[in-house]
């Protein structure tokens, strides 16, 4: 019974986890193909960069993952490449510039693929 | 018959057209239709120009409100070394014959905005997808020479660009890509409705 109860909840909260993160999808993709994303990483499948699948298991279940893909997105930083060597990553531009709902969305999409 | 010798010369204007002149020698008539015939080609080519113009392009309100303000934000208007790419640029063949055969085209986009089919930024938008395939397929079918008028393959540094677009546009170069083929969307909003080839694995989207 115990047992039965803790799944009921686990369901609750991922179904409102789910909800949290319900994001528009169309303008998430809109956005992603605007920015040229494609050309390295797959929605399942792993490019020059990981598919978004990996770094939404990557971080399922983080605290600030969100904020980390943000700043991810919008900072440039340092990555490293497969054969170890480093480059910056490139830099999302949205229409308006700056939009911080627009790059958001993208990133709750991306944090929301499911396999 | 003492008539007819003056009635074969005429009178008025036409006549004096057609009869041989006395007055001024072929020479001064060949130099008078050559500076004829480059004003008539300054005007022409002014009038080609006049229209090649950022201030032309966006004269009307279609364009105004969305193309221009996207382009706006965009890299070809602003950047770092203040090279702008204006919209004949990317839009107006350099070469004569192409510039020609696209102005004439022009003109039936014209024809489009003034019969109303796409008076209105909603209407614009309907045929958005429509306009920028035709781009897409002009650009594609001469390998996007309008951004290589600027941009070239050999001068891009292997130091000074991020090595995974280099090893791109190296491996673009010898496959014979075309910048168009991974570069849509440079200067605009994508329009609804466009499918990115990249999302080949179509269920993936």
Not at chain 1, 51 to 67: C, I, M, V
């Amino acid at each position: 019974m115990k047992h039965r109860q803790t799944l009921l909840i686990a369901a609750v909260a991922a179904s409102f986890s789910a909800a949290a993160l319900a994001a528009d999808v169309e303008a998430a993709k809109g956005l992603a193909e605007q920015n040229n994303c494609l050309q390295c990483h797959g929605i399942k499948k792993d490019k020059d960069g990981p598919s978004f699948l990996k770094t939404a298991e990557k971080y399922r279940g983080k605290a600030n993952s969100e904020d980390e893909l943000v700043k991810h997105l919008n900072s440039g930083k340092e990555i490293k490449l497969a054969d170890g060597s480093k480059e910056k990553h490139k830099v999302i531009k949205t229409i308006p510039p700056n939009d911080a709902a627009q790059v958001k969305n993208l990133v709750q999409y991306i944090l929301s693929v499911q396999p | 018959m003492s008539n007819s010798g003056s009635n074969r010369g005429g009178t008025g204007w036409w006549a004096a057209l057609r009869r041989p002149s006395a007055k001024y020698s072929l020479i001064a008539l060949l130099t008078a239709g050559f500076a004829g015939g480059i004003i008539f080609w300054g005007a022409f080519n002014t009038g080609m120009e006049a229209t090649n113009t950022l201030e032309f392009c966006v004269g009307c309100h279609e364009m105004r409100d969305t193309v221009f303000e996207e382009y706006k934000y965009s890299i070809h208007y602003s950047n770092r070394t203040g090279v702008r790419a204006v919209c004949s640029d990317c839009h107006v063949p350099k070469d004569w014959t192409h510039k020609l055969i696209r102005k004439v085209k022009a003109s039936g986009e014209i024809w489009g905005k003034l019969t109303g089919s796409i008076a209105t930024k909603e209407k614009f938008e309907a045929k958005r997808l429509q306009l920028a395939t035709n781009e897409w397929e002009r650009m594609k079918a001469r390998d996007s020479i309008e951004c290589r008028n600027c941009h070239s393959f050999d001068a891009m540094s292997p130091e000074k660009q991020q090595q995974t677009p280099y090893k791109k546009h190296m491996q673009a170069k010898l496959e014979g890509a075309s910048c168009i083929d991974c570069h849509k969307g440079i200067a605009h909003k994508l329009p609804k409705g466009y499918k990115d080839p990249n999302a080949k694995d179509a269920e993936e989207w």
